[in-house]
């Protein structure tokens, strides 16, 4: 197949950031998606529905115009949460999800959750009002290996939220693990995961090809090679428990290329192109729709968009930089080839 219509996607993790990159960033997402769960991990955090509906409004105001895109919004939650902004949240509409950072696991999680089942109450009024739970699925112990922080949060933590919370929907934001895929295939439907495209194309060999690669440092961090495998596998296998989340991350050049470098890779500019090469090369191309457009949207209870893009088997070159007026971001892929293009 050297040419794909699919309808449009939604992308359902990524985050846009705020002040001087969000232009390019909201730029990049809206050029290939038609919505995008926004994370909340701002400096400060979005922690309330009223600065979920300004930061909404920032989102809105560089968005190129005339262009349809639907920023999602979610809450940060923290050690304050209450139930009552659950409530609000809810009510407000345009509050879809919220946010469980471990306190420390990742890129602003410094005012995440240091005590989950002191939130317990925050996660019985998520249930009771239909607000799903977005997981970044690690524990934080220094003791406990880079490498295994996913599982050990699966068995340590998740299994008892699952537990406890029959019926509130979880994402499991960007699994990185065979262990992942295995525990959300055995829960309910009210369980799904999101995948990422650098975890379906790289394995923790790309991190030292050559030398240190501080480009595709993120967390969760790449895996082994028979970990991408089980991810792909998820990915095409047409459960609707997997869908599409980039975790498109930008961070300013010089904060990656560091003697302690950021976590986050930035897929945004060429997405649904990253996606395409990794489903292509498992011989999945036909699975990206609903990967990419309908699992997604049925998990949130949204409409399916009407819109439609094509994709072609044609090689694209990636630049080397975005330049903004902070910096420059370095992309997913900078200065190489990617085998397939958006055609507009
Ligand atoms: C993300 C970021 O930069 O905000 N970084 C990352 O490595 N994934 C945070 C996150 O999703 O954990
Ligand atoms: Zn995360
Ligand atoms: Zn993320």
Redesign the pocket.
């Known amino acids: 197949m050297n040419e794909l219509v699919i309808r449009q996607p939604d992308d359902l993790h990524i ?1 846009l950031r705020d002040d001087d990159v969000l232009p390019l960033s909201v730029g990049h997402v809206s050029t290939q998606f038609r919505r995008a769960i926004v ?1 909340p ?1 701002l400096r400060p955090p979005v922690v309330s529905t009223a600065m979920a509906i300004e930061y909404r409004k920032r989102i809105l105001a560089v968005t190129p115009t005339g262009r349809l895109f639907d920023p999602l919004m979610t809450l940060y939650l923290t050690d304050r949460t209450t139930p009552a902004e659950i409530l609000m949240a809810r009510e407000s509409g345009i509050v879809h999800g919220v946010k469980y950072y471990p306190a420390g ?4 999680s410094d005012l995440g959750v240091t005590d989950l089942e002191g939130r317990f109450k925050v996660l019985e009024a998520m249930m009771k009002h239909g607000v799903p739970l977005l997981l ?1 699925g690690e524990v934080t112990d220094k003791d406990v290996d880079i490498f295994d922080r996913e599982k050990v949060f699966l068995d340590s933590v998740l299994l008892r939220v699952v537990k406890e919370f029959p019926d509130l929907k979880i994402v499991l ?2 699994i990185t693990t065979s262990d992942s895929v295995d525990f959300v295939d055995a829960c309910s439907e009210k369980v799904a995961a999101t995948i990422t495209a650098h975890h379906l194309l790289l394995n923790r060999g790309d991190l030292f090809d050559g030398g240190i690669r501080p480009h595709h440092y ?2 969760p961090i790449l895996k082994r090679e028979e970990h991408r495998l089980a991810l792909l596998r998820a990915a095409i296998s047409g459960s609707p428990k997997y869908f599409l989340g980039t ?1 498109s ?1 930008p ?1 300013e050049r010089h904060t990656k290329e560091a003697s302690c470098g ?4 930035y897929t945004a500019h060429a997405a649904m192109e990253c996606y395409a090469e990794a489903f292509d090369s498992v011989g999945g191309i036909d699975k990206l729709e609903d990967f990419a457009s309908t699992f997604g949207a049925r998990f949130y209870e949204l409409p399916l968009n009407t819109s439609y893009i094509k994709l072609v088997r044609k090689e694209q070159v990636i630049p080397p930089t975005y330049t903004y007026s902070g910096g420059a971001i370095v992309p997913f892929r900078a200065g190489q080839g990617l085998n397939w293009s958006i055609e507009t």
């Open positions: 985050h994370m991990n696991a990742t890129t602003n970044h934001e960007h993120c967390l975790d991350a961070h950021c976590a986050g890779v």
